[in-house]
């Protein structure tokens, strides 16, 4: 019989050649990541913030682009001026578009929203499994087939929910009650989102809602802490990292609760069979995302994971409506001469029949004010995520190399050229539009386009935004019929918080708030 191969090797020292080979792999894996880097820079346009000499990983780079990102790209126009660019982030290097190729590539099937999505969230990895893409893309089918069309019977559920979650988390009091606005916008969007895409079972299910509340708080900080580390170490870093344990935590939770809620519909279902009795219909996203797996190419229905499905719906919704809301407020508060407008406006509109769709859509000046706030503080400086799916060539030449991550720059929404005093807060720029043949298609909070990039636009443009803009509007209704609301510091909030593209709210901002004598009842 023949000695094993590693008899020569003394038995103390395979430890230390086990973590010499460990280490060696480790190493040729950050020299592959870091030359496929630098290989792939090279085929984009230039850097905005190019590496110091041996600094293959590009750390200095990666770091300047978290704190310095909007300096960066006003740099970038004044040496670049509409021609494409690139910047080293944390998640690599992407490749910057002026906002007059937004028309060009909007429609581009090559150029892809669901692979921009996958990376930016690491979508595999365990604890960000409801990024991937067969989510993303059945996720926009069901707001598009389901959401957008059953926003007329929502508006009912939405109002009410509204109603409760104030009257719990505020009440009745005449006396002022200081908190923080983010704790309660938070709360008004969770819960009103939720009555709709999670439905009756889940929607007052307090630890379900908590739940989803901290996975959404969770997912971008650990994506952002994520892409400190080298692509090969991330697994690892996954594993150890605080908001992803968390993350595997809620996601089980998740899954326990829905697993629940679908146990108990096909229960009953095979009991309305069994005795002859109308088969029980349910509207909301468990249901929505069965359909879509069940009638779309790729993944089956077998492979359908409803838990995954409804925390990627709260997660999208939840984040950008409840930034429009409380942007919105602040903005209402800074400038407290529009608030008797307004009231008058929500009076007139919802007065006379009661809740409804139509009498959304009369909320004109609240739709513009919304918009307004969107223009100056959008989610992001930036907007069109995408990655190439192959070489694309623009209409001036440049190349978009395959696998790049490509974006378009959002700044029309500040263009003197295109907005009378861009950088001032304007309430009724967009009334004023409305009354333009040429310009009113533009003015409604929902409408997209090359000066309006706020959801987006083209082939990718966001789904929800009907029912986000109506749902933001709801909660402006009853806040601000219902109550007195004042900011409740010194000092001016933030215009915004800038983390690398993304544009936060000021999240210190506190108020205070007392019930009011409303002119009308607006509950159902």
Not at 24 to 46: D, G, K, Q
Request: glycine share 4%; aromatic share 8%.
């Amino acid at each position: 019989m023949l000695p094993p191969a590693t008899d020569w090797i003394k038995a103390s020292s395979r430890p230390s050649l086990l973590l010499y080979a460990a280490t060696a792999i480790l190493l040729a894996l950050l020299f592959y990541t870091s030359w496929s880097s630098i290989n792939h820079v090279r085929r984009m346009p230039p850097l905005i913030n190019p590496p110091k000499m041996f600094d293959l990983t590009y750390s200095r780079s990666k770091m300047q682009s978290v704190t310095g990102t909007e300096d960066l790209m006003s740099d970038a126009r004044k040496r670049f001026g509409d021609k494409p660019y690139s910047i080293v982030t944390l998640g690599g290097p992407v490749m910057v578009l002026p906002a007059k190729f937004a028309e060009e590539i909007r429609n581009d099937a090559r150029l892809s929203f669901t692979k921009s999505a996958e990376q930016d969230f690491h979508a595999h990895l365990p604890a960000f499994r409801p990024f991937g893409g067969d989510i993303t893309d059945r996720l926009a089918a069901v707001a598009k087939t389901h959401l957008t069309k059953l926003i007329a019977k929502t508006t009912i559920p939405l109002c009410d929910e509204a109603a409760r979650t104030l009257e719990m988390k505020i009440g009745r009091s005449p006396d002022w009650q200081h908190l923080g606005l983010e704790e309660l916008t938070l709360e008004i969007t969770s819960r009103m989102a939720a009555r709709v895409t999670s439905g009756q079972d889940l929607c007052r299910n307090e630890t379900w809602l908590r739940n989803t509340i901290q996975y959404t708080i969770h997912a971008p900080v650990a994506a952002n802490k994520l892409r400190l580390f080298p692509a090969p170490l991330r697994y690892l870093a996954h594993l150890a990292l605080p908001e992803c344990r968390a993350m595997r935590t809620e996601l089980a939770t998740a899954r326990a609760l829905v697993t629940a809620v679908v146990d108990k519909r096909r229960r009953e279902r095979l009991d309305a069979a069994s005795t002859g009795r109308p088969m029980p219909c349910y509207e909301d996203a468990i249901e929505w995302g069965a359909e879509q797996f069940q009638d779309s190419p790729g993944p089956s229905v077998k492979d359908y994971d409803p838990a995954m499905f409804q925390l990627q719906t709260s997660v999208v919704g939840l984040h950008s409506s409840t930034d429009l809301l409380t942007q919105t407020l602040i903005n209402i508060l800074l400038h407290p001469d529009i608030v008797p407008p307004l009231r008058r406006e929500m009076v007139d509109a919802v007065g006379p029949e009661g809740w409804s769709k139509p009498c959304l859509h009369k909320l004109q000046l609240m739709d513009g004010v919304m918009k307004e706030t969107q223009r100056l503080k959008p989610l992001e400086f930036i907007t069109m995520h995408r990655v190439a799916t192959s070489d694309v060539y623009l209409s001036d030449g440049t190349l978009i190399p395959k696998h790049a991550h490509t974006v378009v720059a959002n700044t029309t929404r500040l263009d003197p050229s295109i907005y009378e005093r861009p950088g001032d807060f304007d309430p009724f720029r967009w009334v004023r539009m409305r009354a333009s043949d040429k310009q009113k298609h533009q003015a409604p909070m929902v409408s997209a386009g090359i000066n309006s990039l706020g959801f987006g636009y083209g082939l990718h443009v966001c789904p929800g935004r009907f029912f986000a803009t109506d749902l933001v509007k709801m909660a402006l209704c009853h806040l601000m019929l219902k109550y007195d609301i004042e900011l409740d510091q010194e000092l001016n909030p933030k215009p915004y918080v800038p983390m690398g593209f993304f544009l936060g709210h000021d999240r210190e901002v506190r108020i205070k708030i007392r019930k009011r004598a409303e002119e009308i009842s607006i509950d159902v």
